[in-house]
């Protein structure tokens, strides 16, 4: 049994993307917030579409800050201090995920912060496709960091690597390591991981551990084309030898929960 529901294979195919806005950080003048739902408790339904939905919510930043959700038009923000506006910024999409999520704030790199996750496509059984943006800078405000694909289940590495799952069959995936480059996701590792019995395609050589029920390995995919020795240069300014770093990842314990 996987750790994550397992459904049907298939991963959502990737897209370009979007190109974000965001005003600068300086306050505006004051004004009198409207009380919005949690976004936390908020579902969005498929129909009718985003842009007809008028999803307003807010969510807490824990320090007086308050970040307001809406989707007119999908994704708009507005960072809130003190009862001013300090920034706002949008992540462009009319796409709702399948998991019907609005934006969410998680802590993936288990840093005690966490970060603005929006859905920007509908996804599938392997997962959502994610924009991060990440809080920086005093005052605070958020940059957009990157994307991310997957399950919203984040683990982190001894190292400081930290990374989700993703379904690539209905008994395997991948799951991708990420470390901070400045305030930007930066591709670490990938692993290869699937359950015991799972065909191995014919001309794979690499070394497979098995930890619990889980097979892993390191991933040799070289999509989109520099992207194996950009994680391989990654390992090794990180101070990880790659000939030996299926034995230091596929060791560890998180990744024998992954698949039960």
């Known amino acids: ?35 919005l739902p949690d976004c936390a ?39 809130r201090s003190g009862g001013a506006t300090v920034q706002e910024f949008r992540e462009p999409t009319d796409k709702i995920g399948q998991t019907g999520v609005a934006a969410l704030l998680q802590d993936i790199d288990h ?26 800078g005093q005052p605070k405000h958020f940059v957009r960091a990157g994307e991310l694909f997957g399950f919203r289940t984040f683990y982190r590495t001894p190292e400081g690597f930290f990374g989700n799952y993703a379904h690539a069959g209905s008994g395997a995936g991948v799951v991708t390591l990420y470390r901070w480059n400045g305030d930007r996701l930066a591709e ?6 699937q359950v015991p019995g799972w065909l191995k395609r014919p001309d794979d050589t690499r070394e497979w551990i098995r930890n619990g029920k889980t097979d892993c390995t390191i991933s040799d995919d070289d999509y989109p084309p520099g992207a194996l020795a950009t994680r391989t240069a990654s390992m090794r300014a990180a101070g990880i030898d790659p ?9 560890q314990p998180w990744v024998a929960t992954l698949y039960r």
Not at 10 to 35: F, H, I, L, M, N
Not at 188 to 193: F, G, H, M, P
Not at 243 to 251: I, L, S
């Open 188 to 193: 670490a590792v990938v692993l290869d991981v």
């Open 243 to 251: 000939a030996t770093a299926v034995r230091q990842f596929c060791t």
């Open 111 to 136: 840093s005690g912060t966490p970060v603005l996750l929006v859905v920007t496509g509908r996804g599938g059984t392997g997962g959502e496709p994610m924009a991060v943006w990440r809080q920086t």
């Open 41 to 79: 408790t908020v579902s969005i339904s498929f129909e009718p579409a985003l842009d007809r939905q008028h999803i307003r919510c807010s969510l807490t930043l824990g320090d007086d800050s308050t970040l307001t959700v809406s989707s007119d038009p999908a994704w708009s923000f507005s960072l």
């Open 1 to 35: 049994m996987v750790a994550v529901t397992l459904l049907l294979s298939g991963c959502a195919p990737e897209r370009p993307a979007p190109e974000p806005t965001t005003t600068s950080a300086r306050a505006t003048k004051q004004t009198e917030p409207q009380v």
